[in-house]
Each structure stands twice: as structure tokens, then as C-alpha cells.
């Protein structure tokens, strides 16, 4: 009867225990690559990633997006009001459930 609890008791801290040093282990590997210096192409991805943010932002919308791209948007969203319904196709809808 001790021996069971003990084994189950062992069972559930061996449990506990290997959740524990899985989130750890994968905590300090997001904390070290932080840490460490990037690799120089990694460093120009986010450096270019961080500058099209920044443009988006500022033009408010895709960059570098022509009367070409804004004709097919267009196009895009009149077929697909076409094909469901009527309302705005550009947000997200609110569901509420009664």
C-alpha cells in the first residue's frame, strides 16, 4: 500500500519535474539567442522587416503599391461581395451568440 503511493507520488512529481525543465529549457533558448549577436543575414532580414513596418505605417497601407495592385483589390472585393453578400469584406465580423 506505501509502495503505490510512493510510486504514484513519484510518477507525479516526475511529471511535474519534466513540464517544469521543458518550459525552461525552452525559455532560455528564446533568452540566449536575445543575447547573442545575429548572424549578419538574420540581422538584415529584421533590419528590412523593421523597415517596411515602419513605411506601411506611414503610407498607411501596402508599400509600393501601384494603381495596378489597388484595381485588382478592387476587383477582389467586388467579386467576393458578389459571391456572400453585402457588408464590409475589409473587417473582421462580430459574431454574437444569444
Known sequence: MILRQILRLSSLFHSTV???MRRNIGLSAIV????KELDPVQKLFLDKIREYNTKS???????????DFQKDMNESLARLQRA???GDLTKFPEFKFE
Open 32 to 35: 540566449f539567442n536575445k543575447t
Open 18 to 20: 519534466s513540464i517544469h
Open 84 to 86: 456572400y453578400g453585402e
Open 57 to 67: 505605417k506611414q503610407a498607411g497601407g501596402p508599400v509600393d503599391a501601384g494603381p
